[in-house]
């Protein structure tokens, strides 16, 4: 049950004004800070210690005498033993406290548990809450089912492994790092029954994961991840921005794909097969004639959630597409919150978002904007949740 949404209104309201803007500390944290920065807001980053120094030290505010921020973007650090501890009662009192709008990003909701950011996480979220499930694959209610209840095109599902019979992803997540992906690709169920072996001996998978695994028909294709943003703020019809376009880098897959074809089959055992670990992003554009349909998608998903789990998507969504020699766009991810690469906006924005608000637009400075423009209307209730 997820807390109820007057709650963490009530809470919101009575925080000073300005808030703090805050986000735990991996994933996009550092165009969250920078976004708030640029519109005036204090931040947080709640880090794990061995991994808070980027932010402390490298990337920390330094004000002038006036306020004014002159270096870096991280006003705070609170480091915590593990990321999960930041979700403590003790946490969460020392958070509203402070006056804290936490930013949800993926980091958020795979080190702190989805029962507790639902049930007891007493500290309001600018964003959708109550979508934070649908990206878990093994949820009956995940953003597959939201798809296909918008009429979203997604690759077609393939039962069981005996049934692959053309090249299919499986996608499970990784073994250990559960943030990470376990996927690998298989055109056979023979392939599938070699690799699933190899990758489960050499601990990549686990075989409970593998049971549970997804298979679906492998786009050939480019990746585009969209990178939306919807206010509930103003008139329905302008609510759907488009602020960028990001591609993943992926270790171990990019570094195979750039060997030549005659290294990579001298290449053995379970390092022939690549990991699809996200370890950077890079910046795209897209045909404009594409654009249309993609725009049609996110009013889709728009209208989906607003309809199946009110109060529907608020602020920052991404949705992740292979688009074929056809041109047709099938998406295969959702991030129900801000994407894992919109840093690549950071300081200087994407030619979409600039485009639109004719000066440079990032994702979190978009998300900071909402925030200043709630409070300056009276109207932060409608964006936290």
């Not at 597959?144 to 077609?156: D, V």
């Not at 599902?157 to 376990?182: D, N």
């Not at 376009?245 to 055992?269: K, T």
């Not at 349909?293 to 992740?320: C, H, K, M, N």
């Given at each position: 049950?997820?807390?109820?949404r007057?709650?963490?209104?009530?809470?919101?309201?009575?925080?000073?004004?300005?808030?703090?803007?805050?986000?735990?500390?991996?994933?996009?944290?550092?165009?969250?800070?920078?976004?708030?920065?640029?519109?005036?807001?204090?931040?947080?980053?709640?880090?794990?210690?061995?991994?808070?120094?980027?932010?402390?030290?490298?990337?920390?505010?330094?004000?002038?005498?006036?306020?004014?921020?002159?270096?870096?973007?991280?006003?705070?650090?609170?480091?915590?033993?593990?990321?999960?501890?930041?979700?403590?009662?003790?946490?969460?009192?020392?958070?509203?406290?402070?006056?804290?709008?936490?930013?949800?990003?993926?980091?958020?909701?795979?080190?702190?548990?989805?029962?507790?950011?639902e049930?007891?996480?007493?500290?309001?979220?600018?964003?959708?809450?109550?979508?934070?499930?649908?990206?878990?694959?093994?949820?009956?209610?995940n953003?597959?089912?939201?798809?296909?209840?918008?009429?979203?095109?997604?690759?077609?599902?393939?039962?069981?492994?005996?049934?692959?019979?053309?090249?299919?992803?499986?996608?499970l997540?990784?073994?250990?790092?559960?943030?990470?992906?376990?996927?690998?690709?298989a055109?056979?169920?023979?392939?599938?029954?070699?690799?699933?072996?190899?990758?489960?001996?050499?601990?990549?998978?686990?075989?409970?994961?593998?049971?549970?695994?997804?298979?679906?028909?492998?786009v050939?294709?480019?990746?585009?991840?969209?990178?939306?943003?919807?206010?509930?703020?103003?008139?329905?019809?302008?609510?759907?921005?488009?602020?960028?376009?990001?591609?993943?880098?992926?270790?171990?897959?990019?570094?195979?794909?750039?060997?030549?074809?005659?290294?990579?089959?001298?290449?053995?055992?379970?390092?022939?097969?690549?990991?699809?670990?996200?370890?950077?992003?890079?910046?795209?554009?897209?045909?404009?004639?594409?654009?249309?349909?993609?725009?049609?998608?996110?009013?889709?998903?728009?209208?989906?959630?607003?309809?199946?789990?009110?109060?529907?998507?608020?602020?920052?969504?991404t949705?992740?597409?292979?688009?074929?020699?056809?041109?047709?766009?099938?998406?295969?991810?959702?991030?129900?919150?801000?994407?894992?690469?919109?840093?690549?906006?950071?300081?200087?924005?994407?030619?979409?978002?600039?485009?639109?608000?004719?000066?440079?637009?990032?994702?979190?400075?978009?998300?900071?904007?909402e925030?200043?423009?709630?409070?300056?209307?009276?109207?932060?209730?409608?964006?936290?949740?």
């Amino acid at each position: 049950m997820v807390l109820p949404r007057s709650e963490l209104q009530s809470l919101a309201h009575a925080y000073p004004n300005p808030p703090v803007i805050g986000a735990i500390g991996s994933h996009s944290a550092l165009d969250i800070a920078d976004g708030a920065v640029e519109e005036g807001f204090r931040t947080l980053v709640l880090a794990q210690k061995g991994r808070d120094r980027t932010y402390s030290v490298y990337y920390r505010a330094h004000r002038d005498a006036a306020g004014h921020v002159t270096r870096g973007c991280v006003d705070e650090v609170w480091s915590f033993p593990k990321f999960a501890d930041a979700a403590t009662p003790e946490s969460q009192a020392r958070l509203r406290d402070h006056g804290v709008l936490l930013v949800p990003n993926r980091a958020l909701s795979s080190y702190v548990s989805l029962d507790v950011l639902e049930d007891s996480f007493r500290v309001p979220l600018v964003g959708s809450r109550n979508l934070l499930r649908i990206e878990e694959r093994t949820e009956r209610d995940n953003y597959y089912a939201l798809l296909a209840a918008a009429g979203i095109p997604t690759p077609q599902r393939i039962p069981s492994p005996p049934e692959i019979e053309s090249l299919a992803m499986v996608k499970l997540p990784h073994a250990t790092r559960r943030l990470e992906r376990g996927f690998f690709t298989a055109a056979s169920f023979e392939e599938y029954q070699r690799k699933s072996d190899s990758l489960i001996a050499a601990g990549t998978i686990a075989a409970a994961d593998l049971e549970q695994a997804r298979i679906e028909q492998y786009v050939l294709g480019p990746v585009f991840n969209f990178n939306f943003f919807f206010s509930p703020l103003v008139p329905r019809e302008d609510g759907l921005e488009l602020l960028g376009v990001d591609e993943r880098r992926e270790s171990s897959l990019d570094g195979l794909v750039r060997l030549p074809a005659a290294q990579q089959l001298e290449i053995r055992g379970s390092h022939a097969i690549p990991h699809y670990t996200v370890v950077g992003h890079g910046t795209l554009t897209v045909r404009e004639s594409l654009l249309e349909e993609i725009f049609d998608y996110g009013e889709r998903f728009v209208e989906v959630t607003r309809s199946r789990a009110p109060p529907g998507i608020l602020g920052p969504f991404t949705l992740q597409t292979c688009i074929d020699r056809d041109g047709k766009a099938f998406v295969f991810d959702v991030a129900a919150r801000i994407g894992g690469g919109t840093n690549i906006h950071l300081s200087l924005g994407h030619p979409y978002g600039n485009a639109l608000w004719r000066g440079p637009m990032s994702s979190g400075r978009r998300i900071a904007i909402e925030i200043r423009t709630a409070l300056a209307e009276g109207r932060l209730a409608e964006v936290v949740t």
